[in-house]
């Protein structure tokens, strides 16, 4: 092994915070070269990625709505591992992470990495600041360093040649996580978008930057022309606190959430 790469997608940085330590740990043990993929730009997307065996690939995505995210499944088949080593981590805001890291460990395998460990980590919920506050916090990344001893335990057995790794979820996967209203009937906020309060904005621009799907509008920051995610990226950093939500569906089930899942959920490491 010559080098650990951490790649991963993180709108609101704590699913970079968790590939970063795995993967700095995994460096220093093993005393080879680190380098770091942040694919959460559209352009970073719109580039080729191809390892070898001689890596290994700490991989890390955002759960949204218990799977890995569907607007990243077109980009993550484009991934060439050739051999190389693969640990996938999902980053779940304090509700569950359903069938996201099997989904992920699957298309990591097809993409033709091994896989020898995988974890589902806490972070604060892209919509809240109160689910999950403060995390991935310094027990989280205790864990992480367990993760990557773990990991490297395995690559020294090679269990990961003749075995397929398990992980907690079902298959076929479940379908998405639905959010429901104040009587239970399923409510769609895929199209909602976040609002801006010009009186607030300097018109800075790092929403536009900040925007995954390159949907905030140059010209106009306030005009959402594209597919909003909900990663809530520039609404957490907006320097002037000028993105908001108004969407009473949305409102909703962000509260919803908040009450239902207030207490602190568990991270899973599988090795």
């Not at 990344?141 to 690559?155: F, P």
């Not at 906020?189 to 929403?207: A, D, H, Q, S």
Request: hydrophobic letters at 35%; proline letters at 4%; a neutral charge.
């Amino acid at each position: 092994m010559k080098k650990v790469w951490g790649m991963y997608f993180s709108g609101t940085g704590t699913t970079e915070k968790v590939v970063k330590r795995i993967a700095n740990t995994l460096g220093e043990k093993l005393g080879v070269e680190r380098e770091n993929i942040d694919f959460t730009s559209k352009s970073a997307r719109e580039k080729e990625y191809i390892f070898s065996k001689e890596d290994i690939v700490v991989f890390g995505v955002p759960v949204i709505a218990g799977r890995v995210p569907n607007l990243l499944l077109k980009f993550l088949d484009t991934i060439r591992g050739e051999g190389a080593l693969a640990v996938p981590i999902v980053l779940f805001g304090n509700r569950n992470y359903d069938d996201a890291l099997i989904e992920l460990r699957d298309i990591l395998l097809k993409d033709g990495f091994f896989v020898v460990g995988a974890g589902a980590f806490v972070g604060e919920h892209s919509f809240s600041r109160e689910l999950g506050k403060g995390r991935p916090d310094r027990e989280d990344l205790e864990i992480a360093d367990i993760l990557a001893e773990k990991v490297i335990e395995n690559m020294e057995n090679k269990k990961y040649l003749s075995e397929k790794l398990y992980v907690k979820g079902e298959s076929p996967y479940r379908w998405y996580y639905q959010p429901r209203d104040s009587k239970g009937n399923p409510i769609d906020i895929r199209k909602v978008k976040p609002k801006t309060n010009m009186e607030l904005c300097n018109n800075c621009g790092l929403c536009v930057e900040l925007c995954p799907l390159g949907s905030i509008e140059k010209e106009r920051v306030d005009v959402v022309s594209g597919i909003c995610m909900k990663c809530c990226a520039c609404i957490k950093k907006c320097p002037q606190g000028a993105k908001y939500f108004d969407d009473k569906n949305f409102i909703y089930h962000k509260e919803e959430l908040e009450l239902e899942y207030s207490r602190r959920a568990k991270v899973e490491i599988f090795y």
